[in-house]
């Protein structure tokens, strides 16, 4: 498969994850938005870019990455996305869709399922923070 159609089917996999919790999706036409697809809550808009998640660690976590790239005169530019332009970064790892706020991601972000062998936690994103049921309801609160 080429990377193009691995990351159509993250996109897919997390809007179908949405639609089953009963949420509205707005794609843009063309592909010249930095999101991917737009999810109509009742608090407004929420803009969302979806990136594929890479095993690490041996399962015991994952990660993915938070900038665009393309080509211009020749050379790859790399882009960081924004809170300007995004809300959220969605990925997609064993069966479970999860969400993660553009402010919390660098270059790349890294969410951990299990401990680590050291049991180091400090600073660790734990992946059951940013499951999507768990983060819609933040939403629903706000409203």
């Not at 498969?1 to 691995?6: A, E």
């Not at 919390?104 to 936690?121: F, H, S, V, Y």
Request: charged share 30%.
């Amino acid at each position: 498969m080429t990377s193009k159609l691995i990351g159509n089917l993250t996109e897919l996999e997390t809007m179908t994850d949405f639609v089953r919790l009963g949420y509205n999706i707005l794609t843009p036409y063309g592909d010249c938005e930095p999101y991917d697809y737009v999810i109509d809550t009742k608090k407004g808009f929420i803009r969302i870019q979806c990136k594929t998640a890479q095993t690490e660690d041996d399962g015991a976590s994952f990660s993915f990455g938070c900038r665009s790239n393309h080509r211009k005169g020749g050379k790859i530019v790399h882009h960081k996305y924004t809170k300007d332009e995004i809300d959220y970064f969605a990925t997609h790892f064993q069966g479970v869709t999860y969400l993660i706020p553009v402010e919390e991601c660098g270059a790349t972000k890294r969410l951990r399922i299990l401990p680590a062998k050291d049991n180091q936690d400090r600073g660790v994103s734990w992946a059951k923070d940013y499951v999507l049921e768990e983060v819609v309801k933040t939403w629903e609160a706000d409203v």
